[in-house]
């Protein structure tokens, strides 16, 4: 589904830089969430938002933080990036009232 | 605290063989449950939700309160039923939690 997009779709960092992760989509959905996907650990909830000034800690929170510009865009940032962030991170949105997530492509990211 | 285990990492199954890929939840109140799929380099797409009692792609799923399961079936396998696939639960307000995940091998 080309409505939600992610940027970068890959990313090759150093420890300790600090990068951004984007999410936009078109959908004109209010609720927006960044995941991690691992092998064996499935997809994991690190934040999410409700409308714009919404932001809510997942499971997985630390070590990350978001932001919500617009109802179109929510940013994940890592502050600090450690080799054990190395995964591949998806955003997804949804319609308050229906369940259903629709996702992005995804950004898989390298932390050496 | 909400839970779905899936308990099988990888199911490999022959051509035109009936496949069961299971799930359990773990919940005190009434959930929704997902089967959500993910195709080799393609995103996470839903594929069937226990409310719309719909068949996808050949796919059921029937949500077994008493057994707290939801387990995904299709009598006869594809080829391109290959992918990971996903069980997902909400209590409500959006908040899906997934469970790890099977890796399906559909064989010739």
Known sequence: ?112 | AQRVTQPEKLLSVFKGAPVELKCNYSYSGSPELFWYVQYSRQRLQLLLRHISRESIKGFTADLNKGETSFHLKKPFAQEEDSAMYYCALTGGGNKLTFGTGTQLKVEL
């Open chain 1, 1 to 112: 589904d080309a409505d939600v997009t992610q940027t970068p779709r890959n990313r090759i960092t150093k420890t300790g830089k600090r990068i951004m992760l984007e999410c936009s989509q078109t959908k004109g959905h209010d609720r927006m969430y960044w995941y991690r996907q691992d092998p064996g650990l499935g997809l994991r909830l690190i934040y999410y938002s409700f409308d714009v000034k919404d932001i809510n800690k997942g499971e997985i929170s630390d070590g990350y933080s978001v932001s919500r510009q617009a109802q179109a865009k929510f940013s994940l940032s890592l502050e600090s990036a450690i080799p054990n962030q190395t995964a591949l991170y998806f955003c997804a949105t949804s319609d308050p009232g229906e369940e259903t997530q629709y996702f992005g492509p995804g950004t898989r990211l390298l932390v050496l």
